[in-house]
């Protein structure tokens, strides 16, 4: 198994601030043959499902706020939100599809500070 | 608009059975897999297996395996994940997820709910 590690497991920054999440995988997720990495991020706000934020690693889903951002390559990974804002408060998961057993991280909770 | 809708609550009693399912709408259902994923209280998300409508090709998470059964009805675009002997320790909420490589498009959620 591909094992995803994340940092921290809880964070509070202000309104207005940098958030900055990692992630690394056990091994890497980049596929050599067309360059992408296997890696998404997911938001979940309490009582809701995971929403799709980051895929390929630094791509945004359509409608997501350019103030989320994803970053990094083969095992190491950050998801950053350039100004934070209240309704970011939320748990966010680091996801690797490289392999189909599809493992996340443990999750880092994001608070205001 | 892509959705999945899975079905209502359950509250059930260890031993037994019980089949939950999740609807597509608003995209091919065949085209992409579909899987599932548990996130028991206040935990993360696990995911458990997977299955391809078109053929029922299904995978699962070793963690998983022999534990439960997915299932599909192509034909009224839905997917299925049942237990045939629930333990306390299934007490968690079931998502389906639409697999895009990604899941790009995820269940509301059904809470399972285990207890004698």
């Known amino acids: 198994d591909i094992v995803m590690t994340q940092s921290p497991d809880s964070l509070a920054v202000s309104l207005g601030e940098r958030a900055t999440i990692n992630c690394k995988s056990s091994q890497s997720v980049l596929y050599s043959s067309n360059n992408k990495n296997y890696l998404a991020w997911y938001q979940q706000k309490p009582g809701q499902p995971p929403k799709l934020l980051i895929y390929?690693?630094?791509t945004r889903q359509s409608g997501v706020p350019d103030r989320f951002s994803g970053s990094g390559s083969g095992t190491d990974f950050t998801l950053t939100i350039s100004s934070l804002q209240a309704e970011d408060v939320a748990v966010y998961y680091c996801?690797?599809?490289?392999?189909?057993?599809?493992?996340f991280g443990q999750g880092t909770k994001l608070e205001i500070k | 608009e892509v959705q999945l809708v899975q079905s209502g609550a359950e509250v059930k009693k260890p031993g037994e059975s019980l089949k939950i399912s999740c609807k597509g709408s608003g995209y091919s259902f065949t085209s992409n897999w579909i899987a599932w994923v548990r996130q028991k209280p206040g935990k993360g998300l696990e995911w458990m297996g997977i299955i391809y409508p078109t053929d029922s090709d299904t995978r699962y998470s070793p963690s998983f395996q022999g534990q439960v059964t997915i299932s599909v009805d192509k034909s009224i675009n839905t997917a299925y994940l049942q237990w045939s002997s629930l333990k306390a320790s299934d007490t968690a909420m079931y998502y389906c997820a639409r697999e895009n490589y990604y899941f790009d498009s995820w269940g509301q959620g059904t809470l399972v709910t285990i207890s004698s």
């Open positions: 390929w690693a630094s």
């Open positions: 996801q690797q599809y490289y392999n189909t057993l599809y493992t």
